[in-house]
């Protein structure tokens, strides 16, 4: 079934910058969507759309068969950088969103640990961002994103910055996570690689004005052999 659907979305920036033109793009649960293209054709603006920092200019972003709001918060969201706070240990770090839902540090706790033994790093709840390798941050990053439950995971080119081995690693960890956990993911790479190997959909957008110019569809996580 859609869990969210984008349609006709076009998006236009205060100075005129077109991002997107009749952008449509139908989200089901189970899949994994990579969004390929090159910089600048506005893939990070359709996750900020679907996690409504930002409106479309005309066309609709909807979630059918669901409250807007209650979809919202089961939206787990991975930045490029990881985005850590330096003055704050790995498992404060994992708590963030919790704390922003008004969950206490100690409702949290199992949250916390059991998001960080998904991402391969139970013993390092009480290290700092600054004595983790650059893999290691960005799974952190991604156990933040985990700690809220999320059904959707938008992730934004999470692994640009690292080095290839680092990144084999982590796409086939993310792989194993997502079956896991059932979940959805919108993944945006400029990796035509990455794409394939991680993906049951594909949706190529041009350069400008960031339409889908080719979409490949295999079939959802929970129906792959
Ligand atoms: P991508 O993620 O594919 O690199 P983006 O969605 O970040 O593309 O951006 C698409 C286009 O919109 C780019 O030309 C970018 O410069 C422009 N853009 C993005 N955000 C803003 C903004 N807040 N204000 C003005 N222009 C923006
Ligand atoms: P990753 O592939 O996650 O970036 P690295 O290749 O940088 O990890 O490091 C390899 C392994 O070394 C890590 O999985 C981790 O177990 C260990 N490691 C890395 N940095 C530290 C550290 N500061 N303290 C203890 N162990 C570490």
């Known amino acids: 079934s859609t869990l969210v659907s984008l349609d006709h979305v076009s998006k236009v920036f205060a100075n005129g910058v077109a991002a997107l033109g009749h952008f449509d793009l139908h989200v089901r649960e189970g899949d994994f969507i990579s969004l390929l293209g090159p910089s600048g054709c506005g893939k990070s603006t359709v996750l900020r759309l679907i996690a409504g920092l930002t409106e479309p200019t005309s066309g609709s972003v909807s979630w059918p068969g669901c409250n807007e709001a209650d979809h919202r918060s089961e939206i787990g969201f991975v930045f490029q950088e990881p985005t850590l706070m330096p003055w704050a240990d790995v498992a404060d770090n994992v708590w963030l969103p919790l704390r922003l839902r008004g969950v206490s540090r100690w409702e949290a706790r199992e949250r916390i640990a059991e998001s960080l033994a998904l991402v391969g790093l139970k013993d390092f709840a009480k290290a700092y961002p600054r004595e983790l390798s650059g893999g290691m941050k960005m799974r952190v990053s991604i156990a933040r994103a985990l700690s809220v439950k999320p059904r959707l995971l938008l992730m934004d080119e999470p692994f640009a910055a690292l080095d290839e081995i680092t990144r084999f690693k982590l796409n086939d960890d993310l792989l ?22 991680l993906s049951n959909r594909i949706a190529v957008l041009t350069p400008r004005p960031g339409r889908v110019i080719a979409e490949i569809a295999g079939v959802p996580v929970q129906e792959r052999g």
């Open 176 to 197: 194993t996570l997502q079956s896991e956990l059932n979940c959805t993911v919108v993944f945006v790479t400029h990796s035509v690689y990455e794409s394939a190997y």
